[in-house]
């Protein structure tokens, strides 16, 4: 009988949530719902002072902003909660006991400075450091000594001979020899537990049985298998492991704060769509075949399995991520796109949120939508149309008070004043036969001037489009300003 799948993201966010966590969480997402499993969504938080409840709750609103969606975990519960480890201590304290009264692991005295010792002695041997089984067989004496001297000792497990040996699905068979796996600590001695001792325990106890994860956490493999042994999990229900490729940045290092990394919650203020995100995301070690790389969420189900994941590192391409968020604007109807960009209007003061502001945001929305890779770009397009008296700095204004540029602006207005109708159409025709055909100029010294004392920027959208939309009243009046 083949067992439902469980996944799990588990992240311990000290911090935004970046690429690399969020490509974790969409891979497992995607791979739950493409085999009509579960999402377990929990949070290693037993380092308080670091992991708190304003970054956790950042972590729960980025995944759902994303369209990630955990069928356990915080807000909805489960039947094998709590899911914050922090909740969950008593059960570690138990379970590492329980390891150690069965002979899996043992107490260990050793101080830290005597293990930095022994490590640095092992450096100059160049051997590789690691315990070495100092307390795996101490005397009755041994511990009373100890236990005299106040020393409170760590609970360690116990490393048999031999090896681990288990088959990744991307990587295929990988085998780790235990005399490069060192006895390793379950508990500290304030009774604390270590990051190994408490992800096995969880993904046990919650039935996970697929561990989609980063491939640097490849190395804590057998120690977590290690500690599911001592569990007495069989063979066959141990979870089966995926490890995710490097996400690599421009300068061919591992993705970090230091070449470019930033918080998901950055890409969200600067206007990346999350369907855009994940779209690129997926693409980073995983590829859905035939060149794709527009797809949706849905289709992303339809379609993830774990042998379509590349082992080969995958490098992060900014401006790959920004054309497919273009992509993704150009394909919004104009409801979603207003939706989408009127936040972004309101944060930066552009305007208060009034229908008549609103419907005028609509009516220019789609002059822009091809224009734009991010939504924050609506803000600098758009503001022009709100302005009551426009403001230039010292180089634009410049331009607009050269004699040639006061010519054309003139002309503008004399040609436009005898419109009887408002249309771009019109716009053009009286622009074009006034400044290129009458003054003899090429469009960008014609309409430059023009678009300047109209806009405010030599950058805007369309202009007769934007003169159109912003009225004769007020076209009019900002181009006869702008004449000395």
Not at 193 to 220: C, F, N, Q, W
Not at 228 to 235: L, P, R, S
Not at 281 to 287: D, N
Request: glycine share 6%; aromatic share 8%.
């Amino acid at each position: 009988m083949t067992r439902e799948v469980r996944t799990r993201f588990a992240p311990s966010p000290t911090g935004d949530l970046h690429v690399g966590n969020i490509r974790t969480a969409l891979f497992a997402w995607a791979y739950a719902r493409h085999t009509n499993g579960k999402l377990i969504f929990r949070i290693e938080d037993t380092d308080r002072e670091r992991v708190t409840d304003e970054y956790i709750g950042r972590a729960i609103d980025t995944l759902k902003w994303l369209g990630i969606n955990w069928d356990e975990g915080p807000e909805i519960g489960g039947p094998y909660g709590p899911y914050l480890q922090s909740q969950r201590l008593e059960i570690y304290k138990d379970w590492a006991e329980t390891i150690l009264r069965n002979g899996d692991a043992y107490n260990c005295y050793c101080t830290t400075e005597e293990l930095e010792s022994r490590r640095e002695a092992q450096r100059e041997k160049n051997q590789a450091p690691g315990y070495d089984g100092k307390c795996r067989s101490l005397s009755d004496s041994d511990i009373k000594r100890y236990q005299d001297e106040g020393r409170k000792p760590v609970i360690r497990m116990r490393m048999p001979d031999g090896e681990t040996k288990f088959r990744d699905l991307i990587r295929g068979e990988v085998v780790f020899e235990h005399k490069y796996v060192p006895d390793f600590v379950l508990m500290r001695a304030d009774g604390s537990p270590l990051y190994t001792l408490a992800v096995a325990v969880d993904d046990v106890l919650m039935k996970i049985t697929h561990v989609l994860r980063g491939e640097d956490l490849l190395s804590s493999t057998p120690r977590q298998i290690r500690v599911y042994q001592a569990m007495g999990v069989a063979e066959s229900d141990i979870p089966e492991f995926a490890h995710l490729p490097f996400v690599m940045g421009t300068d061919n290092a591992k993705l970090s704060k230091r070449n470019g990394e930033v918080s998901i919650a950055w890409y969200r203020e600067e206007g990346f769509l999350p369907e855009a995100i994940c779209n690129y995301l997926a693409l980073l070690g995983w590829s859905p075949g035939n060149d794709r790389e527009n797809i949706s969420m849905k289709e992303l189900t339809e379609l993830f399995t774990v042998d379509r994941v590349n082992s080969s590192p995958a490098r992060f391409d900014m401006k790959k991520l920004e054309a497919i968020n273009g992509d993704k604007i150009r394909a919004l109807s104009i409801t979603e796109f207003l939706e989408r960009s009127l936040p972004f209007l309101l944060q930066d003061s552009v305007i208060k949120g009034t229908e008549t502001e609103v419907s005028l945001v609509r009516k220019a929305l789609p002059i822009i939508q091809e224009r734009i890779i991010k939504l924050s770009e609506v803000v600098p397009m758009l503001s022009f149309l709100f302005k009551t008296k426009l403001e230039f700095d010292e180089e634009t204004k410049s331009k607009l008070i050269e004699a040639d540029s006061q010519k054309v602006l003139q002309n503008a207005v004399a040609s436009l004043e005898a419109l009887s109708d408002w249309s771009h159409t019109q716009i053009e025709e009286a622009l074009r036969k006034s400044l290129l055909d009458g003054l003899g100029l090429k469009p960008r010294l014609a309409f430059g001037p023009v678009r300047i004392a109209v806009t405010g920027s030599p950058i805007s959208p369309p202009l007769f489009e934007s003169m159109e939309i912003l009225g004769r009243e007020v076209s009019m009046q900002r181009l006869r300003e702008a004449i000395n």
